[in-house]
């Protein structure tokens, strides 16, 4: 498994003809209270180097109109990205990546629709074989913000006294947790666009092993500067599941905000080497 630091974006494009490679579909999942919006600058990116993109709102999540208090399980959450994956056509296959809570969304995918998956690429993210099933996987994938003290506003939609429905990080948080190299002027956009997020949802989020699952090629982005997922959880969870290349970026948890350029030139370089190897 090679590990790569971040450096200068590559001036690469991917696109068909001439001997290169074809142009990809890249679908980019978003963490948790985030939504298809937090990946504004890597889609204008791979869009203007002829790529196709999707980005999806996640239940209750972006633009979703569901209430995230009334989302229980894990595959009621995750259903936009799953439906969208079984209704591939057959032999299509798409660049999967997933910010923090989202490696949970490609985990999920993983075991369900292999064959649909060219490359998995995780950014910051839960990297869990099997989800949350163990206290191992909640000490390495549960962020572990209890440094900056009491930073959770949790939502009981089931009345008080009954456990969270929903959880969000406090305004005055929001920007050393997520965004603490990124620009005020993308902070200040997301301090607006945040929505709780369905906490039950998440505990719940087991998965078991499918067929073919073990054949998906996975790349991991660490992120040196990261305030949610710390260092020592990152490196945990790649050497429990250990993905074919680890890529080391000098960033926050946010690097769709805080280096895009260098995000882009890592995601084609991770889409790129799958093509190379396949």
Known sequence: MAETKSRRPCNWNIVGGGGQHDSLHFVLVHGASHGGWCWYKIRTLLQTSGHKVTCFDLKGSGIDPSDPNTIFTFQHYNEPLTTFISSLPPNQKVVLVGHSAGGLSLTDVIHK????????????????????????????????????????????????????????????????????????????????????????AFQGARFVDGPGYDTVRRVYIKTLQDHVIMQEQQDAMIRRWPPSQVFVSDTDHSPFFSNPDLLFALLLEAAGASSRET
């Open 113 to 200: 629709f292999p064959e649909k998956i060219h490359v998995a690429v995780y950014v910051a993210a839960n990297m869990l074989k099997n989800g949350f099933s163990t206290n191992e996987d909640r000490k390495d994938g549960e962020p572990d913000t209890s440094e900056y003290g009491d930073v959770s506003e949790f939502i009981h939609g089931l009345g008080p006294d009954q456990p969270p429905t929903s959880v969000i990080v406090k305004p005055n948080f929001q920007r050393i947790i997520f965004y603490n190299t990124s620009p005020t002027k993308d902070s200040t956009l997301a301090s607006m666009l945040l929505r709780p997020a369905p906490v039950r």
